[in-house]
C-alpha cells in the first residue's frame, strides 16, 4: 500500500467517524431524556448557581454523563452533595451514571450540573443551554429555565433555630 492511499484511506475514515457520531443510531444522547431542566436563580451578584434534572435511560445498557457545558458560565462541572457529619458539603463527581431503565435525580441537595463564573445575571424565566457529553461521545443540549427554588437546608436552619428558643 502507498503512502498516499494510506493516507486517503486514513482521511476517509476520521470523515465517516465525523458524519457518524451526531445521528449515531442507539447512541446515549438518543436514549437519555432530560425531564424538567430548571437553573436555580441566584441573587445578584453570585456567580455561582446549580442546574438540576431528571435523566431517564431508555436503553438496555447503562451510560454516563461524563462533561457539561454551558455558555452562560465560565466553568461547568458534575458535582453531587455528601453529608459529612450533619455538614452538607459539594464536591466534584467524574461522571454520573444513570442505570438501564433507570434514572439519575439531579435535586437541590444532591447530584447537580454545577455552573462556575455566572457570565451574567440570572433572570426568572431566562433559558440556560446546557449540554451533556455522554460516554459514548454523544451529547445532549438541554435548555434549562431559570426558576426560584427555596432550599432545603436553609428549611433545617429556621427547624434549628426555632428549637434553639425553648
Ligand atoms: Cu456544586
Redesign the pocket.
Known sequence: MTDKFRSIRIAACVLATLIAAPALAGSAAESISADDPYVRMVPPGMT?S?AFMVLKNADSKDHKVVKADSPAAKAT?L?T?TNDGGVMK?RQVKDIEIKTKGEAVLKPGSL?V?LIGLKQELKEGDNVAITLTFEDGSSKKVEAPVRKIQTEMKMEMNHDHEGMKH
Open positions: 455561582v446549580g462541572e458535582h452533595h459539594m447537580h454545577m
